[in-house]
């Protein structure tokens, strides 16, 4: 099954769910009706209190000078005008002693999926959502600590930070013009706080809409290939990015950074399975990054990495 399955399904007006890995390469679709057979959970766009965020993670993530040597990899291909964004992401293994449906459950993240033993995600970031032939996408990028001093403002008038958003929301719009027509900023650069373990963050995202055909619903899984992997998650220009990326995380992300999302007979919603865990025969990995530019800090970097592997 892959995106044509996708078309069918949608174009027949059948819900589903259908999960996606970051390359785009695996694709499970689940037929909602057939959900209760499946050892899968899943919440869309739902909030409620977390009961993980007093829950400490044990982290033994690579060192930083391991990671110094990937930034500084990343750099030179910036440099060289092979990238001008990427997302470096890495593998952090963790410890700690709940169970992927026990994280899955206590999470209050608005996009969450526990897909068997295998992995659990609890994502804040919403991918795309499609209702009254209307697509829209939220992407996130720009992350600070809620504690610091005036951190609203440092985060908004942050060059760097605004440099890196500019380029996602450029990339966002220039993938939704291939699905839609009459493409817009909504809103720009837009601050949510969320929970995150013993700390708060604020992220910052844009709204990015378009507008669809009557018949879109037949197109879902081209609109889906097209716009996969999603640009807030690997890069600008996204194809040799995505070669880089390969070439220097040194690892397989896997469902990491993909999407998941429900068809529900008439409209459709996603988020993109960031604060994601795996579970390996050598025990839990936690995978998290951020987004490099020219101007990016590697200490800060790294920090950011760090500051993600939270249970919330």
Known sequence: MGF??????????VPFLVIVDFKAETTKIIKLAELHEQDIEFSINETKTSSLNKIQLEKNPLSFKQYKKKFDSVIEKI?????YLLN???STPIKTDLSLKEIFASSGAKYKLRYK???VCFSPEQFVSISNNKINTFPMKGTIDANIKNASEEILNNKKEMAEHVMVVDLLRNDLSMVS???KVEKFRYITEIEAGDKNLLQVSSHISGELRDDWQSRLGNILRILLPAGSISGTPKRSTLEIIDEIEGYDRGF???IFGVFDGE???????IRFIENTKDGYFYKSG???TLDSDDKDEYKELLDKIYLA
């Open 88 to 90: 470096l992401t890495q």
């Open 4 to 13: 044509d399955t996708i078309n069918k399904l949608a174009k027949d007006g």
């Open 117 to 119: 033993n295998q992995f």
């Open 290 to 292: 951020g987004g490099i």
């Open 267 to 273: 409209n459709f919603d996603s988020g993109v399975m």
């Open 256 to 258: 990491y950074s993909g």
């Open 79 to 83: 440099k060289s005008g092979e990238t």
């Open 181 to 183: 027509r009459n493409v």
